[in-house]
């Protein structure tokens, strides 16, 4: 990670009247020079919005992005071609980027090429920041995704607040590609980092996932599915096999997630399900979680704390395991558990190794 310092100067702020969000022209080239500059770029709303199909990226340090007209957001939408992210930041000497009040539109529906739809889903994804490092991503819409991830970031100091995430990813039942699933947030590397009020509907992976963490607040958000199914509302986890997730002073509390039926875990404490990898420290507290297979399932946790978290009414059809598999609030497979770990008392000790319902 890029070490933190004090902000350089900012650029004067700017419009960027090359590119036009009211015609159906590509506009890649003249905003990328207009964020080329740095400073303040100020977007004027317009539909169907500015069309990419190359994709932005962030190259300046102290660059903010945000409407010219408060009150209604601009808007950055898709090309029916467009096979990279909308927005990304790549370089480790970039800090200090501000971006508010911006619609991303993913555009799934016209997505043309979804065929590499699985692994590393990041050419999909609508948001991708490798070095969100001094990131303040607030009051911003990011829709129809068409997989991998909303929002994907990696950083140090990351601010993300009061978002509205909606719609991302086709869900399990989709045919049109192998992994065609969207998180909300994926965190894969978190410090400092402050992620509340945020609003994620209708994920179709997972609502906030974090891979790796240090003293990184997941808090205050809601997570809930309406109209397709999810795999998970919340989840420390680890980002692939055999590499362990390290979440120490990092927490997820007072977040409320509503499943509704269509939820496979609520909130997930480990990896176990998807694949075998152990999640180290980290608190789940304070949550409000309903209408989940498993409200709140602890599996694969070698050292953490499970504090008072309010569970009710599960719901929904599992599909494994094949015996004793009704919904229940609180799962534990103490077979994965190491017994440093302070829990709650399960409602049921299950294994879901390899088997998510």
């Given at each position: ?13 700017t ?32 539909s ?82 490798t ?34 995430i ?31 009020d945020n ?16 003293n ?12 397709r ?5 919340l ?13 120490s ?10 499943g ?5 875990f ?29 409200n ?14 309010t ?47």
């Amino acid at each position: 990670m890029a070490t933190m310092g004090t902000a350089p100067a900012a650029f004067a702020a700017t419009s960027c009247p090359a590119a036009n969000p009211a015609d159906t022209l590509p506009d890649d080239a003249a905003l990328q020079a207009c964020l080329n500059q740095g400073g303040t770029l100020t977007l004027d709303p317009g539909s169907p919005g500015y069309i990419l199909s190359q994709g932005l990226a962030v190259t300046v340090s102290t660059t903010s992005i945000t409407t010219s007209t408060p009150g209604t957001n601009a808007t950055l939408v898709a090309a029916s071609t467009l096979n990279a992210p909308l927005l990304s930041i790549t370089s480790s000497t970039v800090s200090h980027t501000t971006i508010n009040h911006v619609t991303f539109d993913g555009n799934r529906p016209s997505r043309t090429d979804i065929s590499s739809c699985t692994g590393n889903r990041n050419a999909e994804s609508t948001i991708v920041m490798t070095t969100a490092n001094a990131l303040d991503f607030e009051y911003n819409n990011i829709m129809r995704t068409v997989c991998g991830s909303a929002l994907n970031l990696a950083g140090t100091t990351m601010t993300v607040a009061h978002n509205t995430i909606t719609d991302n990813g086709h869900g399990r039942e989709a045919v049109d590609a192998p992994e065609p699933w969207s998180d909300g947030i994926t965190l894969s590397y978190c410090a400092q980092g402050d992620i509340h009020d945020n609003l994620i509907s209708d994920a179709s992976d997972v609502g906030v996932v974090a891979f790796e963490s240090t003293n990184c607040s997941i808090h205050n958000n809601t997570i809930q599915q309406a109209n397709r199914h999810a795999f998970a509302g919340l989840q420390f986890g680890a980002s692939q096999p055999g590499t362990d997730g390290s979440h120490s002073g990092s927490v997820i509390q007072n977040n409320t997630v509503t499943g509704a039926g269509k939820l496979s875990f609520g909130i997930a404490y480990g990896v176990l399900p998807w694949f075998s990898s152990t999640v180290h420290n980290g608190q789940v507290a304070g949550n409000a979680v309903s209408g989940a297979i498993i409200n709140l399932l602890v599996d694969g946790v070698q050292s953490g704390n499970v504090g008072m978290n309010t569970l009710s009414s599960p719901a929904g059809t599992p599909q494994c395991p094949a015996s004793d598999n009704a919904p229940v609030n609180y799962d534990l497979d103490l077979t994965h558990v190491s017994q440093t770990v302070t829990l709650m008392a399960p409602d049921a000790v299950r294994s879901y190794s390899g088997c998510i319902p």
